[in-house]
């Protein structure tokens, strides 16, 4: 992924910068070429950490396979590592924030029955069935009348549904007499009305209450109009009908979690924009003073102007596919942009998305768009995928700390002995036994650490941060100077009251137990360890096995293999440094925590640390 390829590359470049420094320090200080070969040979080898491409992709399959026992297939694996850095989510209402079952609920017209044979007629029905939602509800509301009077005519031609004019129509011939049916939004049949003007505003002022209700609301009417320009049509509205789509009923609490975790939310329907305030409103997407955008004002907006106007905005209506397809575009200047959509008009937002999410049930060419498949159409479920998101980038940033850290402090402990013109404290095979079977025990588990639990109160990272910044390398650092540095007194100590195979012993030990403690301290990046003990316990089980199995490992390598490792049994007063060495590094790790915690106190809301 491109945070993983940025962060490769500067290690790669910081890692060759400091062994050819070094490399010239030791020429210019006259050391042997053996010597200098030797160095930089331990050096290459504390530098690189083997095991984080493993690491990295388990974090990444493990976390995929979360996200698809919460019903999200992935497809891209760099839809992950976005997912968790998503700072708003634009998404459908019908379906996602709504149930998608549409039902009559309110009809007005001063002729019912000619409501009812203009309804009949207007619908994209073939062979007893629709595709569409609206007209299967339709075709539920007339239930045997649809069949009366689609029995007495044959639809000639049929104008589909057009996402720009907003409506369909289908001619009809019944003997001699020919006559269009129409359905669609209101404002396009007002437009185009033939009926007096007090008539039109009755029908404008029904249709707005109903609106207003939360219906989803068409306008019907007929026309003997038969030119080709649909625009030129004169039509008599019959009358109008309200569907009413409730909110899910988990969808107010996934938006107040989609608030709280830093995230906006932006509603983009084809509605109504009184229908889709009231929806928007009823869920805590709308709030007084908040802008909602129609198509039409899009329009005559220019870039910048409509960059200004989304700030404030959250409910776009009346939009048609290229409508949306600008506003995420526009979006994407200053956000990491997530999208919904589920048919061929959603194609162009979900390709163009920083991470397009087409629902199940859409279409195959949707699917084909977008790097996400939602196999439950629901807000939540994609409020629980950034969840998961986020789990998967913090776990990906924690297996890059344990593991830098380790080879930051080797590198620290060697670079320490060669300042101070001592014997190299470890073996390369040392070295290459902490960073293949140590932290290969270790990193395997990384990607099993549950959440913590202010994960979704915290603002979202940006994606070039999301798992490695600054305040990474500080903590990497740091880390890699509580355990470099306890080492190196340990190593100078030793030294001179040891003999050689038992100091390297004792400090090849000290690096190997400093590292489980520092993978522990690694389970959570701000609480610490003792503030909740049985969470820092539960928080990844999997860190245990890990942890008794290294130590198996070692002393294997300590008392059974001693000719290849060149270790020794260690004494008494040995074992009781290589204690205090290891509870000093993990003291400093739990005691930079307690620190943070106490001085961000003030602030802590703020920064959603607890």
Not at 146 to 163: A, I, M, P, S, Y
Not at 209 to 228: H, Y
Not at 238 to 252: N, T
Request: proline content about 3%; hydrophobic content about 45%; charged content about 20%.
């Amino acid at each position: 992924t491109d945070a993983l390829t940025r962060f490769s590359n500067k290690y790669l470049i910081v890692s060759v910068f400091w062994i050819l420094l070094i490399g010239l320090v030791m020429y210019f200080e006259s050391h042997t070429v053996s010597e200098i070969l030797f160095a930089l040979l331990a050096i290459l080898v504390s530098a690189v950490p083997e095991g984080l491409p493993i690491a990295l992709t388990m974090a990444l399959a493990v976390g995929s396979l979360r996200l698809s026992k919460n019903h999200v297939l992935t497809r891209n694996l760099s839809a992950v590592e976005t997912l968790g850095s998503t700072t708003l989510i634009a998404s459908d209402k019908t379906g996602t924030i709504t149930q998608g079952k549409l039902k009559v609920e309110s009809f007005f017209a001063p002729d019912i029955d000619n409501l009812h044979r203009c309804a009949s007629w207007a619908l994209d029905w073939q062979e007893g069935k629709s595709s569409d939602p609206l007209d299967r509800a339709v075709g539920e509301w007339l239930g045997e009348k649809l069949l009366h009077f689609r029995q007495n005519g044959k639809v000639t031609k049929f104008h589909h549904f057009d996402t720009t004019l907003k409506y369909e129509a289908a001619t009809v011939k019944n003997g001699g007499e020919v006559i269009t049916y129409v359905k669609g939004a209101a404002e396009t049949l007002i437009s185009q009305a033939s009926n007096p003007s007090s008539e039109v505003a009755k029908f404008q002022n029904i249709h707005d209450d109903m609106a207003q209700k939360g219906m989803r609301v068409i306008m019907l009417g007929e026309t003997k109009s038969v030119g080709e320009n649909i625009k030129e049509w004169r039509i008599d509205i019959i009358g109008c009908v309200g569907f009413i789509d409730p909110p899910k009923s988990d969808v107010l609490a996934a938006v107040h979690s989609t608030q709280k975790a830093g995230i906006r939310l932006l509603m983009i329907t084809g509605d109504n924009p009184l229908t889709a305030k009231a929806i928007a409103t009823q869920v805590g997407i709308y709030h007084q003073g908040q802008r909602i955008l129609i198509g039409s004002e899009i329009d005559k907006l220019t870039d910048a102007q409509l960059a200004k106007a989304l700030k404030n905005t959250s409910v776009i209506a009346r939009v048609t596919p290229d409508h949306k397809y600008r506003v995420v575009k526009i979006l994407q200047k200053r956000d990491v942009v997530a999208v919904t959509g589920d048919g061929v008009n959603d194609i162009l937002a979900l390709k163009i998305a920083d991470l397009g999410m087409a629902m199940g049930s859409g279409s195959e060419a949707a699917k084909a768009s977008a790097k996400m498949i939602l196999l439950n159409d629901n807000l939540s479920v994609i409020i629980s995928a950034v969840r998961q998101g986020r789990i998967i980038a913090e776990n990906m940033r924690k297996v890059i700390y344990y593991l830098v850290v380790t080879n930051f402090s080797q590198l620290f402990l060697i670079l320490s002995t060669i300042i101070l013109n001592l014997p190299f404290p470890l073996k390369p095979i040392h070295i290459l036994w902490i960073n293949l079977v140590t932290d290969g025990v270790l990193d395997k588990t990384f990607p099993f650490i549950k959440a913590e639990s202010n994960l979704m109160r915290r603002p979202p990272m940006h994606i070039k941060n999301v798992i490695f910044n600054k305040a990474q390398l500080i903590n990497i650092i740091y880390g890699a100077l509580c355990i470099g540095i306890p080492n190196l007194f340990l190593y100078i100590h030793m030294r001179s009251n040891f003999s050689i195979e038992e100091t390297m012993t004792t400090v090849f030990t000290s690096m190997v137990v400093a590292q489980w403690l520092n993978g522990i301290q690694a389970q959570k990046r701000y609480e610490p360890f003792f503030m909740n003990i049985k969470s820092s316990i539960t928080i990844n089980p999997y860190i245990w096995f890990g942890v008794g199995l290294g130590v198996i490992l070692q002393i294997t390598v300590i008392f059974y293999l001693q000719d290849l490792f060149s270790t020794v049994s260690l004494g008494q007063e040995a074992l009781m440094m290589l204690f205090v060495s290891s509870i000093s590094t993990f003291a400093l790790l739990e005691m930079k925590k307690w620190v943070i915690y106490y001085t961000l106190m003030p602030i802590k809301k703020k920064l959603s640390l607890v």
